[in-house]
């Protein structure tokens, strides 16, 4: 079988066999894409490792980022691997790449003083009965609420929120349902977006579908629209440029920071590997060794 054409089959593989989300089946094609142009169309039992060697040296040749490099070296396992067992190849030339250490860097986290002036300000805006002021305080609320992340965010429909217990249920990687809690804030702001702004915003489609958040034509908000948002709101509290998840790990850290469980962190932000959320426990230790550096006199 050539390159393209097992690539189109190992793609509606993840997607239909292992139910893997449509942007990490994108991510696979797309590292997938770079390798068929490094080595042409060529059949897949011709490729070696020797030509995936050069294939991820290329890329680091171009500055690509090791994180980048990583995840190409993982998505060619995955591949490779899938064609061996389904008998495509004999061979897994993957197996004996080395994958590049990512570089240790630690989230970047909005102050709470920040976001508290952040959502006050949304808060003011929405007082006038905008629709899409109401709908972006809603986001920038929950999203901080919950520290969900902004495909699970434009995934909720209204029967996933239950505004009584304060509540939503959302999907995660892999289809994983959770349900995550939010707190009084981000409660009043949704039900003030809910009974103003959602009708009026619905109104401007020919039938509104069942999503929470509605861009300005009524239908299902995108992430590029939430991702504008944060990115003009968030981000001067940061200092530099930021998207979602920068309000994911502020909520992560905040919550170590005020003596939440670890594990129960892992739960709210629905990581599979406990390894995973322990990186904030070091954004908090870090806050903690420069807020010593600064106040004591023997520091």
Known sequence: MILSHAIDAFAAHLGEVRRLSPATVRAYR????DLREA????AVSDIDLELLRDWLWRAAQRGDARSTLARRTSSARGFFAWALDGGITSTDPSLRLVTPKKAQTLPRVASA???ADLLAHARELAAHGDPVALRDHAILETLYATGIRVSELCGIDVDDLDLSSATARVTGKGSKQRVVPFGAPARRAVEAYLTRGRPALAARAEAAGPAVFLGARGARLGARAVYDLVARTVS????????PHALRHSAATHLLDGGADLRAVQE??????LGTTQVYTHVSSERLRAAYRLAHPRA
């Open 30 to 33: 797309a590292d997938l894409a």
């Open 39 to 42: 080595a042409g169309d060529v």
């Open 113 to 115: 003083e920040g976001l």
């Open 236 to 243: 001067p509290i940061v200092g530099r440029a930021v998207g």
């Open 268 to 273: 709210l932000l629905g990581h599979a590997s």
